[in-house]
């Protein structure tokens, strides 16, 4: 598994996300709550004196809140997982075996008291929080006490995507002096927006959408992304790109034609889109949008999911579909062909022009 960083005895593995309904129950005044959050936390074994183990600690939503699991990983010892409502109120369970067994066998002694549950998350370590603090959205919190400020992810310490995803603005600008804007089209015309281009599925002359992936299910499409919507978390996860910046992984095999994640944002009018573009570029910020049909746009710049991490290749192992689900577009990302274990997603966004030695792999 490709691991975005590790610190010390940590191991960052998921930054997770959160979408705006989400926002107000997953953070405090001093720390934010992703959902997919993981990290594998070396520490003190609570059954074997002077040993270590492996603590895999995860965020989950449980009843629209937060919940705090630990996986106790040990070598010769059955898997223990731990749950509570809180970092410190789930860590204090290890903490006072640790403290006990410490007792028992007059060795130094633990003050699980003075132990913080969000410290062994990882929740406070500063890279995890830079990253963490420029999530989608999270800047729109009021009573949280931000560390770094409301820093877009252009100001980590990561060569990362100043458009969404690697050489679309810089790619445009250098070989076209101006940028494309989109205004109405047809549906068999290419889509441009902030980086990211989506060719429109084509529609039959009774006006419904053709998606060539979609196609290939047994079950229905909404039985599908249903399906999708539950399982999504288990199909990837964020990580430094061999492309550029930061990328999505695929965390298992799949099989073509697979429903891997939705591209998910607010979704505007195109005049809206036109007037946003341009306060984002006011500001230098990324640019995350997908055209939905010839009058929306998916604004996922401050609200968006883990899809917009996707980048670009010219030989892509996945493709973008704009599938009817209960009489709503919703733009699927599909697996173009069998996808392995760890192989960073990408799809192409149809670059107007690109020269055969510019080519993204």
Aim: charged share 25%; aromatic share 8%; proline share 5%.
């Amino acid at each position: 598994m490709v691991n975005l960083l590790r610190v010390g005895s940590l191991i960052f593995l998921n930054v997770g996300q959160l979408l705006p309904h989400q926002l107000e129950a997953f953070h405090t005044q001093n720390c934010i709550y992703p959902i997919g959050y993981k990290i594998i936390r070396f520490y003190w074994s609570m059954r074997r004196p002077n040993k270590r183990c492996r603590y895999i600690c995860s965020i989950a939503e449980v009843e629209g809140k937060p919940e705090f699991r630990i996986l106790v990983q040990e070598q010769a010892e059955s898997d223990v997982e731990l749950r509570d409502v809180s970092p410190k109120a789930v860590w204090q369970h290890v903490l006072h075996s640790i403290a006990e067994m410490r007792r028992s066998h007059n060795l130094v002694k633990l003050y699980p008291e003075f132990v913080s549950g969000e410290d062994l998350f990882g929740l406070t370590e500063p890279a995890i929080v830079r990253i963490i603090e420029s999530l989608p959205g999270v800047e729109t919190l009021t009573n949280y006490r931000f560390k770094y400020g409301r820093n877009p992810l252009l100001d980590l310490p990561l060569a990362l995507n100043p458009s969404g995803a690697a050489r679309t603005e810089p790619k445009l600008r250098q070989l076209m002096g101006w940028k494309k804007h989109h205004p109405q089209r047809t549906c068999s015309s290419i889509s441009s927006l902030g980086g990211h281009q989506a060719a429109l599925p084509s529609t039959t002359a009774a006006g419904e959408v053709t998606c060539p992936y979609s196609k290939q299910f047994v079950h229905s499409k909404s039985s599908q992304y249903k399906k999708m919507k539950q399982e999504w978390r288990n199909n990837v996860y964020l990580a430094r790109s061999k492309i550029a910046g930061l990328g999505l992984y695929a965390a298992r095999d799949m099989e073509k034609h697979t429903m891997i994640i939705e591209y998910i944002g607010e979704v505007i009018r195109s005049e809206v889109s036109e007037i946003r573009e341009k306060q984002y570029e006011a500001r230098n910020r990324g640019i995350y949008m997908f055209r939905l049909d010839e009058d929306r746009v998916v604004d996922a710049t401050l609200c968006g999911g883990l899809a917009r991490y996707i980048n670009h290749s010219c030989n892509p192992n996945c493709v973008t579909e704009i599938v009817e689900v209960d009489r709503e577009l919703r733009i699927i990302i599909f697996a173009k062909r069998r996808i392995n274990r760890s192989e960073e997603l990408s799809y192409d966004y149809k670059f107007d022009i690109e020269d055969d030695g510019s080519k993204i792999p």
